[in-house]
């Protein structure tokens, strides 16, 4: 858990974080999480993200920083998480005493206590009943953004309700992890975002309301317990008297809406213009966000609705195969250097002269391909190593080239760029 504050002039003037495991060791996760036995099942203590929030503010409050001159507060949380609230929990959260940790006040108040993340893939009978009940799986993305994934909320909910249909009852509202941590802050349950909620396989994209079928293919009675989707820059409400209390937040301070990490990222990383754009974060897996008009939803990659401009989307795009394998090249062709590396990579001409590889030491996510697959320019496939140079190159290009062949599937249009915003 993280927490950043800026000023007007955007400079930072205060920022922590805490280390669920090794600062929170009592709920004794692995990475902020449990693997459960089936290897397919991943979970997250509800409690431990409260008490994480706890401990991060009292040591702001033990540093001297000052909560009363906050006048806006919002966050992101990561997509396709979940959070069950029980039945009265919103009396609960509404008068929570501010003499006590919030997480003392919440302890009795989910009536699911381990929220299932987005590392979760165990809803597989989920993901195909979705899928068939709207048509297939084409028609769903074509609805909704997405094909039926494992870790969406729809297909998570429809595996509790079939489990354990008394605690979905029990349940009266469902919340995504950003909405649930707005709510933590409003004292009241705040509402699931365009950008967030479009990570769930149950928002219409273009109407920006819950699709019917997609809710009735995964629980009874469900649109209620999800409450009305808002914009991702909606302003929700002051903060919540508990906090006015506790720390000492002015009542003026509004509470904006809360969105998914991904929205999260690409809103503060790309500026609006009349152009379409592009971000591309560079990780353990590789991930392109776009800023798109007229987006065709497909059957790999995400559509979501732009958490900046209502009226737009971003798009999505995952590539498991991203610095491990290039730090697995440059091991192989640069004796493990970067420089090394650049160095190979600069001695080559664009285009490789014809030379292409695709390079998956894993299960590829888009497209689902593994293996090292290299072509010479008369496209023919070869198996055997290029030289070292050629190997980096082809790496490099054809990483990036999958990337906008995908990114057009989208809808992306790549056009010359005349230098004017």
Same mark, same amino acid.
């Given at each position: 858990?993280?927490?950043?504050?800026?000023?007007?002039?955007?400079?930072?003037?205060?920022?922590?974080?805490?280390?669920?495991?090794?600062?929170?060791?009592?709920?004794?996760?692995?990475?902020?999480?449990?693997?459960?036995?089936?290897?397919?099942?991943?979970?997250?203590?509800? /409690?431990?993200?409260?008490?994480?929030?706890?401990?991060?503010?009292?040591?702001?409050?033990? &540093?001297?920083?000052?909560?009363?001159?906050?006048?806006? /507060?919002?966050?992101?949380?990561?997509?396709?998480?979940? !959070?069950?609230?029980?039945?009265?929990?919103?009396?609960?959260?509404?008068?929570?005493?501010?003499?006590?940790?919030?997480?003392?006040?919440?302890?009795?108040?989910?009536?699911?206590?381990? &929220?299932?993340?987005?590392?979760?893939?165990?809803?597989?009978?989920?993901?195909?009943?979705?899928?068939?009940?709207?048509?297939?799986?084409?028609?769903?993305?074509?609805?909704?953004?997405?094909?039926?994934?494992?870790?969406?909320?729809?297909?998570?909910? %429809?595996?509790?309700?079939?489990?354990?249909?008394?605690?979905?009852?029990?349940?009266?509202?469902?919340?995504?992890?950003?909405?649930?941590?707005?709510?933590?802050?409003? #004292?009241?349950? %705040?509402?699931?975002?365009?950008?967030?909620?479009?990570?769930?396989?149950?928002?219409?994209?273009?109407?920006?309301?819950?699709?019917?079928?997609?809710?009735?293919?995964?629980?009874? #009675?469900?649109?209620?317990?999800?409450?009305?989707?808002?914009?991702?820059?909606? !302003? /929700?409400?002051?903060?919540?008297?508990?906090?006015?209390?506790?720390?000492?937040?002015?009542?003026?301070?509004?509470?904006?809406?809360?969105?998914?990490?991904?929205?999260?990222?690409? &809103?503060?990383?790309?500026?609006?213009?009349?152009?379409?754009?592009?971000?591309?974060?560079?990780?353990?897996?590789?991930?392109?966000?776009?800023?798109?008009?007229?987006?065709?939803?497909?059957?790999?990659?995400?559509?979501?609705?732009?958490?900046?401009?209502?009226?737009?989307?971003?798009?999505?795009?995952?590539?498991?195969?991203?610095? /491990?394998?290039?730090?697995?090249?440059?091991?192989?062709?640069?004796?493990?250097?970067?420089?090394?590396?650049?160095?190979?990579?600069?001695?080559? !001409?664009?285009?490789?002269?014809?030379?292409?590889?695709?390079?998956?030491?894993?299960?590829?996510?888009?497209?689902?391909?593994?293996?090292?697959?290299?072509?010479?320019?008369?496209?023919?496939?070869?198996?055997?190593?290029?030289?070292?140079?050629?190997?980096?190159?082809?790496?490099?290009?054809?990483?990036?080239?999958?990337?906008?062949?995908?990114?057009?599937?989208?809808?992306?249009?790549?056009?010359?760029?005349?230098?004017?915003?």
């Amino acid at each position: 858990l993280k927490v950043i504050a800026i000023d007007e002039q955007l400079r930072v003037i205060y920022e922590d974080n805490v280390h669920f495991d090794k600062d929170l060791p009592e709920f004794k996760t692995q990475g902020g999480v449990y693997i459960h036995g089936d290897r397919l099942t991943v979970t997250s203590p509800v /409690l431990m993200w409260v008490k994480a929030l706890d401990m991060i503010l009292e040591r702001m409050k033990s &540093s001297g920083f000052n909560f009363s001159q906050v006048r806006a /507060l919002s966050g992101a949380g990561q997509q396709h998480g979940s !959070v069950y609230w029980k039945k009265g929990s919103i009396q609960i959260l509404k008068n929570a005493s501010s003499e006590l940790p919030l997480h003392q006040s919440l302890k009795a108040c989910f009536s699911v206590s381990y &929220s299932p993340i987005w590392m979760d893939s165990s809803t597989a009978s989920q993901c195909s009943a979705l899928e068939k009940a709207v048509g297939g799986a084409q028609h769903l993305a074509s609805i909704t953004g997405s094909r039926a994934y494992e870790r969406f909320t729809g297909n998570q909910i %429809a595996k509790i309700y079939s489990q354990n249909p008394e605690v979905y009852m029990q349940t009266e509202r469902i919340s995504l992890v950003s909405s649930f941590a707005a709510s933590l802050f409003l #004292g009241a349950y %705040a509402p699931i975002d365009y950008s967030d909620g479009s990570g769930m396989n149950l928002l219409q994209i273009w109407e920006k309301v819950w699709s019917r079928s997609c809710l009735d293919a995964c629980a009874p #009675g469900l649109e209620e317990k999800l409450g009305c989707p808002v914009p991702s820059h909606s !302003v /929700l409400g002051p903060i919540s008297p508990y906090y006015r209390q506790r720390y000492g937040f002015s009542p003026d301070c509004k509470i904006v809406a809360f969105t998914g990490d991904n929205p999260g990222e690409m &809103s503060t990383s790309i500026r609006f213009s009349e152009y379409d754009c592009v971000c591309i974060s560079l990780g353990t897996s590789d991930t392109l966000f776009l800023w798109i008009q007229e987006p065709t939803p497909a059957l790999e990659g995400h559509i979501l609705c732009n958490p900046v401009d209502s009226q737009t989307y971003m798009a999505l795009l995952c590539f498991k195969n991203g610095s /491990l394998m290039r730090e697995r090249i440059r091991d192989d062709c640069a004796s493990g250097s970067w420089d090394e590396f650049s160095k190979a990579l600069s001695s080559t !001409v664009a285009g490789n002269n014809g030379n292409l590889g695709f390079y998956f030491d894993v299960m590829e996510i888009t497209p689902e391909a593994v293996g090292i697959h290299r072509f010479n320019r008369d496209n023919q496939k070869v198996v055997s190593d290029f030289p070292k140079e050629v190997e980096i190159r082809a790496l490099i290009e054809g990483q990036f080239m999958a990337k906008r062949v995908h990114a057009e599937k989208l809808g992306y249009k790549v056009s010359k760029y005349d230098g004017k915003l």
